[in-house]
């Protein structure tokens, strides 16, 4: 089965640019979403099919994928950006999640 | 607005069942798939499966096939997560989220979650 790895924590002082991982073979062939999950909240969509912004997402967050990795940009953290963060791909019928990565805004 | 509402959070014993429940508002609800996803306490996202209210095909990841039984009742713009005999190790947050219209791969809205607490 497809398996993707994020880094399990990723930090950034307030105001420069974070970057977060996904990992997988050829992943740069698949489609990945990304999704921001707050303490005691649901997981949002912030990112879909790679770079696409749902409506109502803010400029900052960003996204690409080429050859094994995924990339989540956020440009200009804000405090409120320090979440969990998952991206997910579909492979062979099945949704795959990474294991999340923790944003910390210094 | 689209809005997916689950059912209230559940307290039950090992050896129990349990239906949850989300319930879709502001769409069509038979036009989109609905999945179902665990959170354990302190972890991260696992896909269980998904269904298409539609037809009500049902696709199950592995992990959880046999385990659990998706179900949809159309006429109530309703989805299901039901357990037949629960474990202590069923204890998880569980999300249902719709997936995107199209050939795509994302889940676009979420429900608010139903926290399940299997405990003697």
């Known amino acids: 089965s497809y398996e993707v790895t994020q880094p399990l924590s990723v930090s950034v002082a307030l105001g420069q640019t974070a970057r977060i991982t996904c990992g997988g073979n050829?992943?740069?062939?698949?489609?990945v979403n990304w999704y921001q999950q707050k303490p005691g909240q649901a997981p949002v969509l912030v990112i879909y099919r790679d770079s696409k912004r749902p409506s109502g997402i803010p400029e900052r967050f960003s996204g690409s994928n080429s050859g094994n990795t995924a990339t989540l940009t956020i440009s200009g953290a804000q405090a409120g950006d320090e979440a969990d963060y998952y991206c997910q791909v579909w492979d062979s019928s099945f949704w795959v999640f990474g294991g999340g990565t923790k944003l910390t805004v210094l | 607005e689209v809005l997916l509402v689950q059912s209230e959070a559940e307290v039950k014993k090992p050896g129990e069942s349990l239906r949850i429940s989300c319930k879709g508002f502001?769409?069509?609800?038979?036009?989109?798939?609905i999945g179902w996803v665990r959170q354990m306490p302190g972890k991260g996202l696992e896909w269980m499966g998904i269904i298409y209210p539609g037809n009500s095909d049902t696709r199950y990841s592995p992990s959880f096939k046999g385990q659990v039984t998706i179900s949809v009742d159309r006429s109530i713009s309703t989805a299901y997560l039901q357990w037949s005999s629960l474990k202590a190790s069923d204890t998880a947050v569980y999300y249902c989220?719709?997936?995107?219209?199209?050939?795509?791969?994302?889940?676009?809205?979420w429900g608010q979650g139903t926290l399940v607490t299997v405990s003697s």
């Open positions: 050829n992943i740069g062939g698949k489609n």
């Open positions: 502001g769409y069509r609800f038979t036009n989109y798939w």
């Open positions: 989220a719709r997936r995107d219209a199209g050939p795509w791969y994302h889940f676009d809205y």
